[in-house]
Antibody, heavy 124, light 107 residues
Framework: QLHLQESGPGRVKPSETLSLTCTVS??????????WGWVRQAPGRGLEWIGSIEYSGSTDYNQSLVSRVTVSIDTSKNQFSLKLRSATAADTAVYYC????????????????WGPGILVSVSS | EIVLTQSPGTLSLSPGERAILSCRAS???????LAWYQQKPGQAPRLLIY???GRATGIPDRFSGSGSGTDFTLTISRLEPEDFAVYYC????????FGQGTRLEIK
């Protein structure tokens, strides 16, 4: 049974870096069949894709966030992580980690398994 | 960026009725690259449909997807009480984007 769980601070100060980790259990993260990603949802708003990563470390990012975001993977810990620099109030959202299924060998796909989400508030 | 526009914004129906939700893309998509999700309050989204018409694991057959090019549809044949939620479409043909959502509410 695959399980994803987000962890990290629930509050970040403006201009600081928002850092989250997704711990995957029930499946090895370094198998090539699936990739991984982050999606966020501001309060009362829709879903926004942040970025995705292959088990090998290749990444793809939302162009509106690419200058501030880094997604990385640690196969030894079965985790992948998100860093969003220079946070502002507009980054306040529920952040979800998810498994990306779809076209093998690419970051093209859909999210077939999700963590429960973690609310991160950016405020002083 | 491919923009997805969902309609209607809100759909009010009764249990037992059929729901038809629309997702229109700003550029033509390969059908393989269109998915649908359901989200209930306080919960993570759940994948319903991938590749425009493939049902995800455990999804009841009252949910079906169709479409091609720029116009895609999610149909719920007979609404159950648990189907009232927000529905999102997502494309992955060029990067990843989501539609703004359709809220399906009880009439």
């Amino acid at each position: 049974q695959l399980h994803l769980q987000e962890s990290g601070p629930g509050r970040v100060k403006p201009s600081e870096t928002l850092s989250l980790t997704c711990t995957v259990s029930g499946r090895s993260i370094d198998r090539s069949s699936y990739n991984w990603g982050w999606v966020r949802q501001a309060p009362g708003r829709g879903l926004e894709w942040i970025g995705s990563i292959e088990y090998s470390g290749s990444t793809d990012y939302n162009q509106s966030l690419v200058s501030r975001v880094t997604v990385s993977i640690d196969t030894s810990k079965n985790q992948f992580s998100l860093k969003l620099r220079s946070a502002t109030a507009a980054d306040t959202a529920v952040y979800y980690c998810a498994r990306l299924a779809g076209r093998a060998g690419t970051l093209i796909g859909w999210f077939d398994s999700w963590g429960p989400g973690i609310l991160v508030s950016v405020s002083s | 960026e491919i923009v997805l526009t969902q309609s209607p914004g809100t759909l009010s129906l009764s249990p037992g009725e059929r729901a038809i939700l629309s997702c229109r893309a700003s550029q033509s998509l390969i059908s393989t690259y269109l998915a649908w999700y359901q989200q209930k309050p306080g919960q993570a989204p759940r994948l319903l449909i991938y590749g425009a018409s493939g049902r995800a694991t455990g999804i009841p057959d009252r949910f079906s997807g169709s479409g091609s090019g720029t116009d895609f549809t999610l149909t719920i044949s007979r609404l159950e009480p648990e189907d009232f939620a927000v529905y999102y479409c997502q494309q992955c043909g060029r990067s990843i984007t989501f539609g703004q959502g359709t809220r399906l509410e009880i009439k």
